[in-house]
């Protein structure tokens, strides 16, 4: 190993991509960068964001540490065109044999729609290694094709590799089922790549213990990194008395996506706002919505007709995050139930030292990393009465709150930074390639 | 990107908006439909029909070298490329023979055939009076190429699965409702 060891990370959603995995991704950088290691990061191309999201985010670029290289590499987005105007002539012109020639590379280099881009991916990392060498491949998806990708770099280099599931490939944490076979593509690529990883990295116990129960011979090599508060890019929220006889003000800050339970969170809504708590209360959506430019359409009709108080605000640029805070008395974290999900944003609406309610199935991780937050509210059933009671119940601590309760929420908070939550894996793969 | 799923789907081909505000002109919607097989004709069919009986005017671009299409309204221009088809390339000499049956029907020309059926149709643009044409109806991959290309001569054109609202709009008119679908 070099005096100072260098990482290559596979992060496609790198910063200025959007979208909760990138908060994730960027902390690794930075969290290796100030551990003294060398950085470099394998990136997507800016433009590709901009084709497929439709919008990308500067501020939080400006939040890598200077000292991470990152390296764009332009993915191949053919296959990804749906527009028909916008299709290359081969495609438009020879629409069934190049969707055959494309299944056809698919299936030769990897199981996953964006397989095209793990060639250059290895391209890319072996140029890096030439000229600076790498001691640690570090993958992190999606896209699960860089998991492909840290394996042959692995293979090609002669290093250990680690892959971090920020999101599960071959189970769906929604339904808790495998999405495949075990003779499907998938899961024999996912063995090999787990079981030849120096170490296998996800973001709760669940999942952990999925993984360790599925691959067994690595189970020993399976770690939790919790997501974690980005305090560098939330900031100290100002926190005030409630004003008495000002109506309560609720906000959701962070994606809107489909799959959060959207519709019983308004159905609470409307029964909550019959109870003299919240009269003429505001419930404020702050966000993106949805990840891929054609959902939002049917996210913002269905919040626009949310009822008596609700308004969609829109995007919060990072700078403005501790402001858009600083502006509600109580946050409403929605989240799809399943034991396997994580909400990265909960640590963030920790650090606001506010009332959080938390809507999504106790058994939901969240419920645990929450444990001993003073002012959580999490429901019983994900239901229309259940949100009902946590909205009164969470209005009515937001009223009585004192300054002291605050200072307890946000030193919870500061308990579950990234940096803090990332070390002890960092520094094993420190002791590992030291070793 | 980091929605809960856990593989990012193929996106399927959507509809394409008709550039907003772009050639504002007053009158009847010209739409043409790019229909060279038989997939989904009955939708297409009706959507044709509203637009001509809502004062548009309307082409059906097929290759079927038979009949008008069932229910068709007598309004809807019809080019039929079926004729021109036979007369391309190596199509010259198969199409008079008893083979061409089996090499029209095979998978290699089956892959081809969208393209060609653009080559034939590029003999007879005039046809389509594509200066007048707001928007092509895509039915299918097949239509893609005819599609593809009548946007590359016309980039004003929107191309898309339905007619969107701006169609209309753009027309200065007002946007019909679409008949009921039969129960």
Redesign the interface.
């Known amino acids: 190993m070099t005096p100072q060891p260098h990482v290559l990370l596979l992060g496609m959603?790198f910063p200025p991509?959007r979208?909760?995995?990138?908060y994730r991704i960027r902390s690794w950088a930075n969290h290796f960068a100030r551990r003294g290691w060398a950085v470099t990061v394998l990136a997507a191309d800016r433009d590709y964001w901009v084709q497929r999201s439709g919008v990308v985010d500067d501020e939080l670029a400006r939040t890598v540490d200077p000292r991470v290289r990152v390296i764009e590499v332009k993915v191949a987005r053919e296959?990804?065109v749906?527009?028909?105007?916008k299709?290359s002539?081969a495609h438009?012109?020879?629409?069934?044999?190049w969707?055959k020639g494309h299944q056809l590379v698919r299936e030769r280099i990897f199981p996953?729609?964006?397989a095209p881009i793990l060639p250059h991916f290895v391209a890319r990392g072996l140029a890096v290694h030439a000229r600076h060498r790498v001691d640690l491949v570090f993958a992190t998806g999606?896209?699960?094709t860089q998991y492909g990708a840290a394996y042959e770099l692995g293979r090609l280099l002669r290093r250990p590799y680690a892959v971090d599931y920020?999101?599960?490939?071959?189970?769906?944490?929604?339904t808790e089922s495998d999405?495949y076979g075990p003779r499907d593509p998938q899961t024999l690529w996912e063995r090999r790549i787990i079981e030849n990883a120096a170490l296998t990295v996800t973001v709760n116990e669940p999942l952990a213990q999925w993984y360790r129960d599925r691959y067994p011979v690595a189970a020993r090599r399976v770690r939790v990194v919790e997501n974690g508060l980005a305090e560098d890019v939330v900031g100290e929220v100002p926190w005030e008395p409630v004003p008495a006889g000002r109506p309560a003000r609720i906000g959701f800050v962070g994606?809107v996506?489909s799959?959060l339970p959207i519709e019983e969170y308004l159905d609470g809504w409307a029964l909550a706002r019959k109870e003299p708590e919240l009269a003429e209360a505001t419930m404020d959506f702050y966000g993106y919505l949805?990840?891929?430019t054609?959902n939002e359409q049917a996210i913002r009709q269905r919040l626009e007709a949310g009822g008596e108080g609700v308004a969609y605000r829109g995007p919060v640029p990072q700078p403005r995050l501790a402001a858009t805070y600083a502006t509600l008395d109580v946050l409403a974290m929605l989240l799809?139930s399943?034991i396997y999900?994580t909400a990265?944003k909960g640590y963030d609406y920790m650090s606001a030292g506010r009332p959080v309610i938390g809507v999504h199935d106790p058994r939901n991780h969240t419920t645990e990393v929450f444990r001993n937050y003073p002012l959580f509210f999490g429901v019983p059933a994900v239901t229309p009465e259940a949100v009902r009671d946590v909205l009164v119940a969470s209005v009515r601590a937001s009223r009585a709150q004192t300054r002291e309760q605050y200072e307890l929420c946000r030193a919870e908070a500061l308990r579950h930074t990234w940096d803090l939550n990332m070390a002890p894996v960092a520094a094993e793969l420190e002791e590992r390639i030291r070793g | 990107m980091a929605e809960p799923t856990t593989s990012v789907p193929v996106p399927v081909p959507v509809t394409t908006p008709v550039p907003g505000a772009v050639r504002p002109k007053q009158g009847r919607p010209r739409v043409v439909a790019a229909a060279v097989e038989q997939a989904r004709r009955a939708p297409v069919v009706e959507t044709l029909n509203w637009v001509i009986e809502n004062g548009g005017s309307a082409v059906l671009v097929t290759a079927d070298g038979g009949d008008r299409s069932p229910g068709l309204h007598p309004a809807v221009e019809v080019v039929d490329l079926r004729a021109d088809e036979r007369r391309l390339g190596l199509n010259r000499i198969v199409g008079t023979t008893p083979a061409w049956s089996s090499w029209n029907g095979s998978k290699p020309y089956r892959m081809l055939r969208p393209w060609l059926l653009w080559r034939a149709l590029r003999k007879r643009l005039p046809l389509l009076r594509l200066d007048d044409v707001d928007h092509v109806i895509i039915v299918h991959p097949n239509s893609w190429p005819i599609a593809w290309h009548l946007h590359r001569q016309h980039p004003d054109l929107g191309i898309a699965y339905e007619i969107p609202e701006a169609v209309w709009q753009r027309a200065g008119r007002p946007v019909p409702p679409r008949p009921e679908p039969p129960a």
Do not use: I
């Open positions: 959603q991509a979208g909760s995995g990138v296959h990804l749906n527009r028909v105007d299709m002539w438009a012109n020879f629409p069934r044999l969707t996953e729609v964006y999606n896209p699960y920020h999101d599960p490939w071959t189970l769906n944490p929604l999405v994606t996506r799959d949805g990840f891929f054609q799809p399943s999900m990265g």
